[in-house]
Every structure is written in structure tokens, then in C-alpha cells.
């Protein structure tokens, strides 16, 4: 699972504490019960398979890849008539309950796909309001509804609203907004200028890096996939301001990877390691607030080390690299000597091809219409057989 995932989860478990056993009873294929056909990735879907679906479509849409139908099918069927989605949900005609893990996490990544692709309006608007139903009194989200607030989590649902159309600002409870809780999560300079994940057990905040990725983004009102913003330093100055903050946070990361151009992880223990996703997340963090020159470093370092962490990784993976290169102007089709969207296409189901693209646009001008491809078939037959008026009232087929 992605680590920004597994770390998100982690914490669910240790606010609801009583609801950790639910979250063990979620369903979960067994070594002999296939994966369903329409689903990115090898890997237990159990409590990723939303997020990662998501990420694979969006990723696709991005690259100009049309996703294949039974692969969107699979997500939409993951949503709760709450509107809220599910990572994954082994009988999507089951109606969920109570003991159905849902997330704010697996919901905003959903609605951004969703919202990308088109065509899915119902599903986007019963899930943002459900996200607005769980958002907590400091203005954020966490994890889970109830969770207290967190900078992922907050800034993931910041790019569904943001994604809608709507302005993530002007989305508030009780007189607060995203900003204001993503403020109160991030450190003054004196202190690095980062942002914690979460405050500890004593209100404390420890800078992490893959939040302050996620921190920056949020605070500048973008989603996975965005562009590059204009070229400036980041700086980190002591102020309130959202623009200022996400200049702070993108100022940590970049003296974060000034030595080796990537940020590192480490279980307790073990020796750091070169971490793959969350540099990607730093640099679309880095060029969204500063431009594509900021990024370039760490880019560059992710071009030449990550094809292995990628096809090993699977869809999120490939997916995180394609939204880095999307936002500091690189091409995914050439990066680094390996094409990120064909790896990424290998993971799930083929794609559309041009060929059914053009079927199904022909269905929809023929659909409903009086004048489509079935009346002229039917006039043509008349004219052949000298059999006078043909008259019927069928429409066009749909399939």
C-alpha cells in the first residue's frame, strides 16, 4: 500500500480504537477468489482499492488514455447510497452497513477521478456531501469521520471540492475553513516551516514530510493533478497566510532534498531508504507552488531510480510519477527510459481503444433519433425493394 495511505490508516485505527475490529472484518478476497476483472493492481484491495483505482484513472485521463468502462464501473460500484465510498467492497450489490469501512481519503481521491472523467454527477455530488457531512469543527478532515483533523486528509478532500468547482475557502463549519486547519497543523520557521501530520498525545506538532507535500498543495487549492505555478523561491518567512505557508512548506522540502534530490523513510530500526512516492508528492508540491525549476532536481533524481519501485509498486506508484511529471512539464511517455503509462496500463484492465471510442460516439448519435443509422437502413431497404412507405416508429439501438 502507499505508505501516505498506510500512515493515514494507522492513525484511523488509533482515534476510533473501537473500531479497529470492524476495519479487520472488512471483506477481503482469499488466495483462491479472483480480483475483479474491472480492478487496477495484484495487491489486497482490502483497504486501498478505491484509492488506488482512483489514482489509475485519473492518471489515464491525464495522459490522454480513455480508461476501459468495466474499470470506471468497478469504482462507482464501490460508493454507499451515504454517498461516501468504501476501499473495497467484495459485493458492490450488497447495500453497506454499519461495520462497512468508509473514508474521507478513499471518498475525495474517487470524486476527483470521477470528476475528471465526466458523465458522473450523481456520484460527485452525493460524495461531497457526505465529505461536508464529516467536516470537523477546526475546518479539516480526518481519515475517517469523527478522526480528528489531519493534513492529508484535509488536503485530499481540498482537491475534490476544488476539483467540483467549488471553493474549498467556502466550504466551512462552525466559521472554519480547510485553511484554517491546515494552518494550525503547520510549524513556524523557527521550527522548519514543514507541517505535521497530526498534533501528538500533547498537542505537539513534529514535521513530516509527506504532509508538508500534501500541506503545500492544499493550502494553494489544487488536487493530484495540477500544473506548474509561476517561478519563485520558496522562502520560508514567519506569517498566516495560506500563499505563505505553502511558500514555508515547499521551503522545507527543498532543503529537505538539497543533498540527494529525495527524501528518505525508515521502519524503527531499519536503514533509511530512498522514498519513491513521497518525493513525487514533494515534487508536484514544489512545482505547483514555485514553478517547474524548483522541482527539477528531485525530478530528475526520480527519472533515473524509479522503475523498479514502480513496476514493483504497481498502479499508485506509476500514477504518483505521472502526476510529478504532469506538473513539472516532463513527458510520462519518456521518462527516464521507461513509459509510465504503458506500466501503468499493464496493471489494470486495456484501455479503450480509438476504434470503441468511435463506436460509441456513432451509438450516441444514433440513440433516440429518428434520423440515426437504423432509419436510414430502413430507407435503403425500401428503396431496394420497391415496397413503398416503410413505417415504423424504432428508435436507435443502445447497447
Not at 500500500?1 to 498506510?6: A, E, V
Not at 478476497?29 to 480480483?35: G, K, T
Not at 465526466?118 to 460524495?127: F, I, L, P, Q, S
Not at 527543498?254 to 514533494?282: C, E, F, I, V, W
Amino acid at each position: 500500500m502507499n505508505i501516505r495511505r498506510s500512515a493515514a490508516a494507522v492513525a484511523a485505527v488509533a482515534v476510533l480504537g473501537g473500531a479497529a475490529p470492524a476495519m479487520a472484518a472488512s471483506p477481503a478476497p482469499s488466495p483462491s477468489q479472483a480480483l475483479p476483472s474491472g480492478l487496477f493492481g495484484s495487491g489486497d484491495p482490502t483497504y486501498d482499492g478505491v484509492w488506488r483505482q482512483s489514482l489509475a484513472l485519473l492518471a489515464q485521463h491525464t495522459t490522454g488514455v480513455k480508461p476501459a468502462a468495466k474499470a470506471v464501473d468497478w469504482l462507482t460500484g464501490q460508493q454507499c447510497a451515504s454517498g461516501a465510498f468504501a476501499p473495497f467492497r467484495a459485493e458492490p450489490a450488497k447495500p453497506c452497513d454499519e461495520r462497512t469501512m468508509v473514508d474521507t481519503n478513499q471518498t475525495a481521491a474517487a470524486v476527483q477521478a470521477l470528476t475528471a472523467l465526466g458523465g458522473h454527477d450523481t456520484a460527485v455530488t452525493k460524495a461531497l456531501a457526505w465529505l461536508k457531512s464529516v467536516q470537523n469543527k477546526d475546518g479539516g478532515w480526518g481519515y475517517v469521520a469523527g478522526g480528528a483533523s489531519d493534513t492529508n486528509s484535509t488536503s485530499v478532500v481540498v482537491g475534490a471540492l476544488a476539483a467540483a468547482g467549488e471553493k474549498p475557502q467556502s466550504v466551512t463549519k462552525d466559521g472554519k475553513s480547510p485553511a484554517d486547519a491546515l494552518l494550525k497543523l503547520s510549524l513556524p520557521c523557527a521550527e522548519g516551516g514543514a507541517f505535521a501530520f497530526q498534533p501528538d498525545k500533547s498537542g505537539k506538532l513534529a514535521a513530516n514530510a509527506d504532509a508538508t507535500a500534501a500541506g503545500v498543495v492544499g493550502l494553494l487549492g489544487k488536487g493530484l493533478v495540477t500544473g506548474a505555478g509561476a517561478a519563485s523561491e520558496a522562502v520560508c518567512k514567519d506569517g498566516r497566510t495560506p500563499a505563505q505557508a505553502a511558500a514555508n512548506g515547499a521551503a522545507y522540502l527543498a532543503r529537505t532534498m538539497a543533498k540527494d534530490a529525495h527524501l528518505t523513510s525508515a521502519m524503527p530500526g531499519a536503514t533509511p531508504q530512498p522514498d519513491y512516492g513521497n518525493t513525487a508528492d514533494a515534487v508536484v508540491a514544489l512545482a505547483a507552488q514555485g514553478g517547474a525549476a524548483q522541482a527539477a532536481k528531485p525530478l530528475a533524481w526520480l527519472e533515473k531510480n524509479s522503475a523498479a519501485w514502480a513496476k514493483q509498486s504497481g498502479p499508485a506508484a506509476y500514477a504518483q510519477l505521472i502526476f510529478a511529471a504532469h506538473a513539472a512539464g516532463a513527458d510520462p511517455r519518456h521518462f527516464g527510459g521507461q513509459d509510465l503509462v504503458a506500466g501503468l496500463n499493464a496493471t489494470g484492465p486495456a484501455p479503450q481503444t480509438a476504434e470503441q471510442q468511435n463506436d460509441k460516439k456513432d451509438e450516441k448519435k444514433d440513440d433516440g433519433s429518428p434520423f440515426g443509422v437504423w432509419w436510414f437502413v430502413g430507407v435503403c431497404l425500401v428503396a431496394g425493394i420497391g415496397a413503398g412507405f416503410l413505417i415504423s416508429g424504432r428508435k436507435g439501438r443502445t447497447k
